[in-house]
């Protein structure tokens, strides 16, 4: 089983739609990471949550420390947001570093006009 | 401000031949991590560097190696080439939470 596992792998939704991606993971985190990756490779960092609940724009992220869970959504979606998803940890004890990072596999996302 | 800058953008290599992949940090920025994503393993850390010291690395044979240099930029070198090294190797620098990028190099090992 890996360690961070990520669901849907693919999702296709209309634009507009309220969009959930879930991120769950099996180890001890010190902090959970939301990318956005496009087509062509570049990632772009969307969050970094140790707790509760950021937001940017239509995009939220939540964690659930006690349930090793957490989850994207994108409000009132639109076809530039098609991209893949990934979740990634930083693993606990902190190592004086956030970047050995452990990824999910992503979720691929398509946003139909 | 430029952002990350990752050169070659594209790279090919024959099996048994070295290779070295350059990383140019956001100014300012002092740690620099290097991925491999691949179709089949996704993404995995391979090493990150804080001031010209390796501090974490990942769980790679030590054909990959790195270094950074003063002024932070950093290059990753791979000995030895196999076909399955062919993989888009990115490197991202940071300062403070997020972690910024760069567009990546595609390795193809032929």
């Known amino acids: 089983k890996n360690e961070v596992e990520q669901s849907p792998q693919n999702l296709t939704a209309q634009e507009g739609e309220f969009i959930t991606i879930n991120c769950s993971y099996s180890?001890?985190?010190?902090?959970l990471h939301w990318l956005q990756q496009h087509p062509g490779g570049g990632i772009v960092s969307l969050f970094m949550l140790s707790s509760g609940k950021k937001k940017h724009g239509r995009l939220i992220a939540t964690i659930n420390i006690q349930e090793k869970h957490s989850s994207l959504h994108i409000t009132a979606s639109h076809p530039r947001d098609s991209a893949v998803y990934i979740c990634?940890?930083?693993?606990?004890?902190?190592?004086?570093?956030?970047?050995?990072?452990?990824w999910g596999a992503g979720t691929k996302l398509i946003i139909k006009p | 401000k430029a952002g990350v800058t990752q050169t070659p953008r594209y790279l090919i290599k024959t099996r048994g031949q070295q290779v070295t992949l350059s990383c140019s940090p956001i100014s300012g920025h002092r740690s620099v991590s290097w991925y491999q994503q691949t179709p089949g393993q996704g993404l995995q850390f391979l090493f990150e560097y804080f001031s010209e010291t390796q501090r974490n690395k990942g769980n790679f044979p030590g054909r990959f190696s790195g270094r950074q240099f003063s002024n932070s930029r950093s290059e990753m070198n791979v000995s030895t080439l196999e076909l399955g090294d062919s993989a888009l190797y990115l490197c991202?620098?940071?300062?403070?939470?997020?972690?910024?990028f760069g567009s990546g190099t595609q390795l193809s090992v032929l």
């Open positions: 180890v001890g985190i010190s902090a």
């Open positions: 991202a620098s940071s300062r403070g939470e997020k972690l910024f």
């Open positions: 990634a940890v930083s693993l606990e004890p902190f190592m004086d570093s956030n970047y050995q990072l452990i």
